[in-house]
């Protein structure tokens, strides 16, 4: 698996496709230049494009919390459906 880039270095990336295509360079030269794929390229430009660098920090971290509360609240109901079978006497 290759190297991961942060959400600043993505940004940056994209912003130096945007110039070099303004330059005339194709896409698939503008991000051989970056050193990516155009997958890659396309897939970044989907989630980052448009984005600021701190609306792009902003969004990862909410990710974050986003998968923690939702594994707080998977816990809490297997808790919950736990003690229901306690309390029923199938335990």
């Known amino acids: 698996m290759g190297k991961r880039s942060t959400p600043e270095k993505i940004i940056a990336k994209l912003r130096e496709v945007e110039v070099r295509l303004a330059r005339g360079e194709t896409t698939g030269q503008a ?7 155009e997958q ?43 003690l229901q079978e306690v309390v029923r006497g199938k335990f």
């Open 31 to 37: 991000v051989r230049a970056i050193g990516v794929t």
């Open 40 to 82: 890659t390229y396309y897939r970044w430009r989907k989630e980052y494009g448009g984005l600021q660098v701190g609306q792009a920090k902003r969004m990862k971290e909410m990710e974050k919390e986003n998968a923690r509360l939702r594994r707080a609240v998977s816990d809490l109901t297997l808790d919950n459906q736990i």
